[in-house]
Each structure stands twice: as structure tokens, then as C-alpha cells.
């Protein structure tokens, strides 16, 4: 388990970013519950300039229990207060990650950010495809 405050250093995409810890390693982190467009995908771009507006060169509060196959930190990321992997759904810059995530918080304000058309919800119908199957197709 991770519990810090550490300095965002890179953003890799919209769920991605690298923290530089107290040794100055840099330490990946995988935004939990949530998934975000890959870069090469339609709205990938823009979701990683979203979460690079948010949270570029700032410290943020990590609360990782996990980490994944890829040894990936897998955190919920505070900002000043804010929960930002749940601000990247509220934005339209990612899907809630059903696969790995229980709550109904995210889910409501994914319904919210599609209803009001916001981010990549604004996209049209054929350019609007969850990032697990895009990883899928290509």
C-alpha cells in the first residue's frame, strides 16, 4: 500500500502519470476505477491535456492499495481536495472502468458528463468506442 503526497512529474495519457517519490525515483501510477482514451485514440490527446491542466507539476495525495501486472501504482488521486479520477469522468475524459469498479459515484457522473454532451461524449456516435475495445481492435 502507497499513501503519499508526491510531485506529478509526467502525464502519459488520460490515467497514466509518473510521481517522483522521496528518493527521486519515478514511480507510475494507473488512475483507479477509471479508463481514459489511449492517446492514438479519438479524444486520447485531449484527455491527457485535461489531466496534465488538472494536475501537471503539482503534488498530489495517492491512496494506492494495489498494483498491477504491469507494476503500475493503481490510486485514487486527491488534488486540493478533489478526487480526480473521478473529476476525469465529471469532465468526460474517461469511462468509469466497470471491470473494477463497484460504487455508483462515477457511474452518476458519467451519466451526467453523456447527458450535457461533455468532452468525449461531444464526439460523434462512431468515434466514441470504451478504451478496452479500442486495445482490442488494435
Same mark, same amino acid.
Given at each position: 500500500m502507497?499513501?503519499?503526497?508526491?510531485?506529478?512529474?509526467?502525464?502519459?495519457?488520460? *490515467?497514466?502519470?509518473?510521481?517522483?517519490?522521496h528518493?527521486?525515483?519515478?514511480?507510475?501510477?494507473?488512475?483507479?476505477?477509471?479508463?481514459?482514451?489511449?492517446? #492514438?485514440?479519438?479524444?486520447?490527446?485531449?484527455?491527457?491535456?485535461?489531466?496534465?491542466?488538472?494536475?501537471?507539476?503539482? #503534488?498530489?495525495?495517492?491512496?494506492?492499495?494495489?498494483? *498491477?501486472?504491469?507494476?503500475?501504482?493503481?490510486?485514487?488521486?486527491?488534488?486540493?481536495?478533489?478526487?480526480?479520477n #473521478?473529476?476525469?469522468?465529471?469532465?468526460?475524459?474517461?469511462?468509469? @472502468?466497470?471491470? @473494477?469498479?463497484?460504487g455508483?459515484?462515477?457511474i452518476?457522473?458519467?451519466?451526467?458528463?453523456?447527458?450535457?454532451?461533455?468532452?468525449?461524449?461531444?464526439?460523434s456516435? @462512431?468515434?466514441?468506442?470504451?478504451?478496452?475495445?479500442?486495445?482490442?481492435?488494435?
Amino acid at each position: 500500500m502507497l499513501k503519499e503526497i508526491l510531485l506529478v512529474v509526467a502525464i502519459i495519457d488520460g *490515467d497514466t502519470i509518473k510521481v517522483l517519490d522521496h528518493n527521486h525515483d519515478q514511480l507510475k501510477v494507473r488512475l483507479a476505477s477509471i479508463d481514459a482514451p489511449e492517446r #492514438k485514440q479519438p479524444f486520447g490527446r485531449k484527455s491527457a491535456m485535461m489531466l496534465a491542466d488538472m494536475i501537471g507539476n503539482e #503534488k498530489v495525495a495517492l491512496d494506492c492499495p494495489s498494483q *498491477d501486472r504491469y507494476n503500475r501504482w493503481i490510486c485514487t488521486i486527491h488534488y486540493e481536495g478533489v478526487d480526480i479520477n #473521478k473529476q476525469m469522468v465529471e469532465m468526460g475524459g474517461a469511462w468509469v @472502468y466497470r471491470r @473494477y469498479y463497484s460504487g455508483t459515484e462515477y457511474i452518476t457522473a458519467e451519466d451526467q458528463a453523456k447527458a450535457s454532451k461533455r468532452g468525449l461524449w461531444g464526439l460523434s456516435e @462512431y468515434e466514441i468506442t470504451p478504451p478496452w475495445e479500442w486495445r482490442r481492435q488494435h
